[in-house]
């Protein structure tokens, strides 16, 4: 009897070790995407096409599941930004963008990664790096916006970095 409780922690404590190292490992990649010319293109103009995005979204409300101007989700925003401005196709999901690519540190970050954050226990977020510790991306509070890296917020809940290009 002894036996089967201490094999039973065991075996619990074990599970649950997995666990907590399955929540915050960095996924690997796993789905190939079409770069389009994201790939060819320096930083700069990879910048300056961010920002153009940028002005013909700005205002943009949040809308969960949006794909249009009359209101955009985090994924669907980096979905439409990658393709309209770089022939560059993800996937339409956060779950499944973060798959894409591989991991880059902050501090390598470069116009065009993908950066994620963990805003909950379950929820991410994804915006697109464009340069100086600015991000772009569709706000759950405030829609289409650039944020910073640096900002209190987005600092304590930075997950990783993707290149996919």
């Given at each position: 009897m002894l036996y089967t409780k201490s094999l039973i922690r065991m075996l619990f404590a074990m599970f649950f070790a997995v666990w907590l190292t399955a929540c915050?490992?960095?996924?690997?990649?796993?789905?190939?995407?079409?770069?389009?010319?994201?790939?060819?293109?320096?930083?700069?103009?990879?910048?300056?096409?961010?920002?153009?995005?940028?002005?013909?979204?700005?205002?943009?409300?949040?809308?969960?599941?949006g794909m249009s101007r009359r209101g955009v989700d985090c994924s669907g925003f980096v979905y439409l930004a990658l393709r309209d401005q770089f022939g560059t196709y993800l996937p339409r999901t956060t779950d499944k963008q973060v798959q894409t690519g591989y991991h880059v540190d902050e501090d390598e970050l470069q116009a065009g990664d993908l950066v994620f954050f963990k805003t909950s226990s379950k929820a991410r977020h994804v915006g697109i790096y464009i340069e100086n510790g600015k991000f772009l991306h569709a706000s759950t509070s405030r829609g289409v916006i650039i944020s910073r890296l640096d900002n209190v917020y987005w600092k304590k809940h930075y997950w990783h970095g993707r290149r996919i290009r």
């Open positions: 915050s490992s960095i996924p690997d990649n796993s789905i190939q995407v079409n770069t389009g010319t994201l790939s060819t293109q320096n930083e700069p103009a990879i910048a300056q096409h961010l920002y153009k995005h940028y002005q013909d979204w700005r205002d943009t409300p949040y809308a969960w599941g």
